[in-house]
């Protein structure tokens, strides 16, 4: 009986965690800063819609090595009666982000997304092609529930502790599936 019971409750998770999602996740644009030319020879992003997703593409070539560096993470929510949320604010070692599960599960899934469709490794080389290609944010890695609105996403990259070294910011929104 209590296998049964231990059954049955697998099921429902299952079925529960593998439901169809009922909200899209839709990146408009993205814009990108050098703030470091020395280090950061170019880097640029552009976002492709197709089959109702939003792909991402980036590119970055680095004029020096980098071995260590941080990334500050801000992530913004407008609800679309005008509420405002702060999702995620923290800085992380860059390589340490990259490397290891994280607690906060925003920062986790950002994390498994950009590694499964990047070839960013650490320690960074110089003049090395660094692509994300065809990035996308998998709806079922998220709550079955996420309300409507929109986001604003921040990835400041620092050298040294203090040195800005580039800006990210995509701005887009959570709609519902039709």
């Keep these: 009986m209590g296998t049964l019971f231990w059954l049955y409750c697998f099921l429902i998770l299952y079925c529960v965690d593998s439901a169809q999602r009922n ?4 990146v408009d644009h993205i814009s990108t800063k050098i ?18 997703r939003s792909y991402v593409n980036c590119h970055m ?3 020096r090595e980098v071995g260590k560096f941080d990334a500050r993470n801000v992530l913004d929510f407008v609800r679309p009666n005008g509420q405002e949320m702060k999702l995620y604010e923290g800085r992380l070692d860059a390589c340490l982000l990259l ?7 925003l920062v986790n899934i950002y994390s ?8 960013v490794e650490c320690p960074l080389k110089a003049n ?5 290609k065809n990035l996308y944010m998998d709806e079922q890695d998220f709550p079955s529930f ?13 050298l040294n502790q203090t040195f800005i070294a580039s800006r990210a910011i995509a701005r887009g929104k959570v ?4």
Excluded: A, H
């Excluded at 498994?112 to 070839?119: G, I, L, V």
């Design 23 to 26: 909200f899209r996740i839709v």
């Design 35 to 52: 703030f470091d030319t020395k280090t950061i020879e170019t880097l640029g992003c552009q976002v492709d819609q197709s089959s109702n």
């Design 61 to 63: 070539l680095l004029n």
């Design 99 to 105: 490397g290891s599960i994280q607690k906060n599960r």
């Design 112 to 119: 498994k997304t950009f590694k499964r469709f990047s070839n």
């Design 128 to 132: 090395f092609n660094y692509t994300m």
């Design 146 to 158: 996420v309300p409507s609105g929109t986001f604003r996403s921040l990835i400041e990259f620092y």
């Design 175 to 178: 709609m519902p599936r039709l």
